[in-house]
T-cell receptor
Framework: DVKVTQSSRYLVKRTGEKVFLECVQD?????MFWYRQDPGLGLRLIYF???????EKGDIPEGYSVSREKKERFSLILESASTNQTSMYLC?????????????FGQGTRLTVV | KQEVTQIPAALSVPEGENLVLNCSFT??????LQWFRQDPGKGLTSLLL?????REQTSGRLNASLDKSSGRSTLYIAASQPGDSATYLC?????????????FGEGTQLTVNP
């Protein structure tokens, strides 16, 4: 079975803290994605990466950065957490070739910034 | 920019009913379309992937169809059960200049009543 694992299910952080969300996949997928999900707004793409050390901005990258030093790991960084970043964060991965590009998701991280 | 719309936003049916969920997208130049299920507070579970060259895919009581020319997909659920209650999301995989992207609809919240 494909496994996409996010490091935490629940996190509570203080405003201004630097926050790291980690995602690991075991399927040798080239693509990895970070989304946030909010009621009424659906899933919005923050960043994605199609190879090691490569990254592309999604629709809402402001306030976030990412790191992909190894193929299996994709980290989302909140440089200075704010209350409007309270959300469910979802990581996904897929093969890069379109015909094999089935996406698999982690279990999600519910982040609360207080 | 690709936009994905799902109708209806919510649906409540009695157990045993057959039902159809709808998904439409604005740009027909897609690679794949994928249907997911999400239970409250959880990540997304992949249900079906339809490649652009395919017309439909089946898995158990689920059948998904794809009509690229009209920009539509449907998810048919036969003989619905209370355990089918969840939010169903469709997502399209498409190519942008910066790489391949996965864009989601806002989902249909399904309730199957015993």
């Amino acid at each position: 079975d494909v496994k996409v694992t996010q490091s935490s299910r629940y996190l509570v952080k203080r405003t201004g803290e630097k926050v790291f969300l980690e995602c690991v996949q075991d399927m040798d997928h080239e693509n990895m994605f970070w989304y946030r999900q909010d009621p009424g707004l659906g899933l919005r793409l923050i960043y994605f990466s199609y190879d090691v050390k490569m990254k592309e901005k999604g629709d809402i990258p402001e306030g976030y950065s990412v790191s992909r030093e190894k193929k299996e790991r994709f980290s989302l960084i909140l440089e200075s957490a704010s209350t409007n970043q309270t959300s469910m964060y979802l990581c996904a991965s897929s093969f890069r070739r379109p015909l094999r590009a089935e996406a698999f998701f982690g279990q999600g991280t519910r982040l609360t910034v207080v | 920019k690709q936009e994905v719309t799902q109708i209806p936003a919510a649906l409540s049916v009695p157990e045993g009913e057959n039902l159809v969920l709808n998904c439409s997208f604005t740009d027909s130049a897609i690679y794949n379309l994928q249907w997911f299920r999400q239970d409250p507070g959880k990540g997304l579970t992949s249900l079906l992937l339809i490649q652009s060259s395919q017309r439909e895919q089946t898995s158990g009581r689920l059948n998904a169809s794809l009509d690229k020319s009209s920009g539509r997909s449907t998810l048919y659920i036969a003989a619905s059960q209370p355990g089918d209650s969840a939010t169903y999301l469709c997502a399209v995989y498409w190519l942008e200049t910066s790489g391949s992207r996965l864009t989601f609809g806002e989902g249909t919240q399904l309730t199957v009543n015993p």
